[in-house]
């Protein structure tokens, strides 16, 4: 059977096409291939267009060299205070060495998560229950600098750790509860006494204010009733001195010593008059024709009703 040129030709190009895409190998940024050549580690292929031999060279693995969140499963761990803790946690790590982490493990991802887990029981196991849940960045930086240290021969780099959640038993979620309210109660109580102290407080202040404001207010108006009095007492005195001035001018002048004869007759007549509605006794002289006598009694008479 004769094979015509035309078909051999066509065989040709087939094999020289799939040579050429066996050849050219085109790797995504952030990414890496292991190339092995006859079974043996040949080079790693950097992002962009390779050449590679066909049928010699083989694409072992590839790698991504982005950043890679590795979800490491619940597990329970024992404090030191012998308490259960279930703690979820979430590992951040990026291949930095393709050659290593091909051939440094067989399963590096298993590995982190491993070592991971191992690190954290150990961890928890140095801390109380209640400082578990304070040193959470403790507990993260612990960890990576653990899983770090070994995780370098496997070509990979751990970047972080976070833990997700921890989760007491029950009956100690029921405890912290009941301790945070009771820690509440005391607050709220201790801030009630407050208030009735400071509300006392301002109380006795304001009555110690009032009182002072009262005593200031009496002092005040004594000193004002003193003052009137005073006043008034010189206003009197001015005013009887002015009279008797007046008095003692009027007895000058022509005339005056008859006035005040007369003034002080009627001021006698008056007061007899006024002994008759009284039981006041009273010596009278013998000679009521006597004129200077009766003015002499008059004035005696006067200054004794007065």
């Known amino acids: 059977m004769e094979i015509s040129f035309g078909t051999v030709a066509l065989v040709i190009f087939i094999i020289a096409l799939v040579f050429v895409f066996k050849t050219i190998q085109v790797v995504p940024q952030q990414h890496a291939w292991v190339v092995e050549r006859l079974g043996k580690y040949h080079a790693t292929l950097a992002p962009g267009l390779n050449i590679v031999v066909p049928f010699i060279d083989r694409i072992a693995y590839k790698h991504i060299l982005k950043e890679i969140p590795l979800d490491v499963p619940p597990q329970v761990c024992i404090t030191k205070d012998n308490t259960q803790l279930q703690v979820d946690g979430i590992l951040y790590f990026q291949v930095t060495d393709p050659m290593r982490a091909s051939y440094g493990a067989s399963n590096y991802i298993q590995a982190i998560t491993q070592l991971a887990q191992t690190t954290l029981r150990s961890v928890i196991g140095r801390m109380e229950l209640d400082k578990t849940f304070e040193e959470r960045e403790h507990i993260n930086t612990t960890i990576v600098n653990a899983i770090d240290e070994s995780a370098a021969n496997w070509g990979v780099k751990v970047l972080r750790y976070e833990i997700k959640d921890l989760t007491p038993p029950a009956e100690i979620l029921h405890a912290m509860q009941a301790q945070i309210t009771a820690e509440r109660e005391k607050r709220a109580r201790i801030a009630a006494s407050e208030g009735r102290r400071q509300e006392q407080i301002n109380i006795a202040d304001g009555e110690k204010n009032a009182a002072i404001a009262r005593s200031e207010g009496e002092k005040q108006s004594a000193i004002n009733r003193a003052q009137g009095e005073a006043a008034a ?29 007369l003034r002080v007759a009627e001021e ?39």
């Open 233 to 261: 007492i010189v206003a009197l005195a001015d005013a009887s001195a002015t009279a008797l001035r007046q008095v003692g001018a009027a007895i000058r002048e022509p005339g005056g010593a008859d006035a005040v004869n």
């Open 268 to 306: 006698y007549v008056n007061a007899f008059g006024n002994l008759a509605k009284t039981n006041n006794a009273i010596i009278v002289p013998a000679n009521m024709g006597d004129m200077s006598t009766l003015i002499a009694s008059a004035m005696q008479i006067v200054k004794a009703q007065k």
